[in-house]
């Protein structure tokens, strides 16, 4: 006998929302993962322990072939070979038990996009039950997905047969709203397929996407913070003095902020008790850790092990962090915080943005890309620059979220600020991360409107305004130059910097007003 589950017919089982506890049964059973002393499930992703940005295709066809913004991020697929493909996947998922999970994204019940996860492994149906906004009750019963995705890492890609870069395919058909994940065990690319589709569905509905946290203060203010993997979303969300709306995607729709998802993906490479509470409190039993180093006899995880991917990651319900918001949304937004990591040293810890910086700044989306994030990336953190600070899950062009995003920011008065998370007193290597309660501090106050009316100055190259003071926070940390032993090795790297900004912002041009062009940095 088979059985059968949207499209894919099967001669194993078809277990269908299954709950945390039977599917970690299942995953240990089955020898997937392994149980941690915390009661976390512990997994293994093998070489692929990041994205696979080069790996990733969009199927070229009907309305959304003419829509999407075609480029070395966002790749095309002739719908031939990706259907022949799916039927290989089809015939390697014939025999095997089918996990299926079904669920939605968007919080707001007037934006929504119903999904279902087909996952050939049990600890990835946990991972996305876990991380996706899960049906009540009855809400299964009739339940039609609009969104599926199907994934099949066993199914290890032929490059001659497949027509594939690698071994591993992930690939978004928009038209028939369908992705398929193949030769990766990343659980990442799971919620990251959905989030690609979200950019791209969404705008239809008049909603901007975004790759942000958001926080809600005891008044309801609520506040986003835009920024890359590992510039610390989950970290500063994570906030016992604000409420958690949700660490990593949202939209902001004509009613306000919402979480698209249920759950959080927390880095957690470095993680103590002491330093982020609510994250290590939040990995017992029921969330899934990615890569992280066990101790064989005591099931102790360290996480400050790094020897098989500074990638390590932990997802959990949104419940485990005490005070989240159950309902996922808020008003709109006051405060807009954008993260970078800069590698090099040499960005204020905190400046206050301008409207036109603020496009400047969302339109250049930089930072370093850390060790780990992707696939075949070096030890060493990378500059880079990822427009709207998401540029590999934007299908569409920049300008389409960059004009939302002024529009709102605009409408709503939202104050915009520039956060480095990065380093202080020289480069990688040599100066040091800037300290999280400093940081911490910072956010603080400009979510608290104390760096209102406070003294600033200019910096010469990167033409950024930052404080003077700031309560709790060293007044030599706010100067970065202040921070170096070496002020010409500062100047030469801040111009370095600048000049990449530069250089990279040329693309934008002929595309924004000339107030945004000279917010920017100065290269000479």
């Known amino acids: 006998m088979s059985d059968e589950v949207s499209g894919i017919q099967t001669t194993g089982r078809v277990m269908r929302n299954r709950s945390a506890a039977e599917l970690v049964e299942l995953a240990t059973r089955r020898d997937e993962a392994l149980l941690a002393a915390s009661g976390a499930l512990v997994a293994l992703t093998g070489e692929r322990t990041g ?83 899960r049906l009540q009750g009855d809400e299964l019963e009739g339940f039609e997905p609009e969104f599926t995705v199907v994934a099949a890492p066993g199914y290890q890609c032929r490059p001659e047969q497949d027509h594939t870069n690698t071994n591993a395919f992930v690939g978004l058909d928009l038209e028939r709203k369908q992705a398929l994940i193949c030769g990766t065990y990343y659980a990442g690319e799971i919620k990251k397929s959905l989030f690609t589709a979200a950019n791209y569905l969404m705008p239809q509905e008049g909603v901007l996407p ?151 700044h969302f339109l250049s989306g930089f930072t370093a890309k850390l060790a780990g994030t992707e696939a075949g990336m070096s030890d060493e953190p990378e500059a880079t620059f990822s427009t709207c600070f998401g540029a590999p899950f934007l299908p569409l062009a920049p300008h389409v979220y960059s004009k939302m995003l002024e529009e709102r920011m605009s409408r709503h008065r939202a104050r915009a600020f520039l956060l480095n998370t990065g380093w202080t007193g020289g480069p990688y290597g040599v100066g040091s991360r800037i300290d999280l309660e400093h940081t911490r501090a910072m956010v603080r106050a400009a979510l608290g409107g104390e760096l209102e009316g406070v003294e600033t100055r200019t910096h010469p190259v990167f033409n950024l305004e930052y404080p003077v003071t700031c309560p709790g926070v060293p007044a030599e940390i706010l100067d970065p130059r202040e921070a170096w032993d070496d002020a010409e090795a500062y100047e030469t790297q801040a111009k370095e910097l600048a000049r990449m900004f530069v250089d990279n912002f040329e693309q934008f041009s002929g595309e924004v007003p000339p107030e945004v062009l000279e917010a920017g940095p100065h290269s000479s």
């Open 210 to 360: 975004m790759h942000c946290s958001a926080t809600l203060s005891d008044r309801d203010s609520v506040a986003v913070f835009f920024g890359l993997s590992g510039t610390g979303k989950t970290t500063l969300s994570a906030d016992p003095e604000r409420r958690l709306i949700g660490d990593d995607e949202h939209g902001w729709s004509d009613d306000g902020i919402f979480n698209f998802e249920g759950g959080c993906y927390a880095k957690c490479i470095n993680l103590s008790e002491n330093k982020e509470p609510q994250i290590w409190n939040a990995i017992t039993f029921g969330s899934v850790v990615e890569n992280v180093v066990m101790n064989p006899w005591t099931r102790s995880v360290d996480f400050d092990d790094e020897s098989l991917t500074e990638n390590t990651r932990a997802a959990y319900p949104l419940e485990l962090i005490p005070g989240f918001v159950p309902e996922g949304r808020g008003g709109h937004a006051e405060s807009i915080v954008f993260l970078t990591a800069d590698a090099f040293g040499v960005l204020p810890p905190i400046s206050i943005l301008s409207p036109a910086a603020a496009a400047y």
């Open 51 to 133: 994205r696979s940005p080069k790996d990733k295709f969009f199927v070229r066809h009907g309305v959304s072939e003419k829509q999407i913004a075609w480029s070395a991020t966002n790749q095309g697929v002739e719908p031939e070979v990706y259907d022949a493909l799916f039927e290989r996947a089809r015939g390697h998922l014939a025999d095997k038990d089918l996990f299926v999970v079904d669920g939605y994204i968007g919080a707001d019940p007037q934006h929504r996009i119903r999904l279902r996860v087909i996952c050939e492994l049990a600890w990835h149906a946990l991972f996305a039950r876990q991380l996706f906004r």
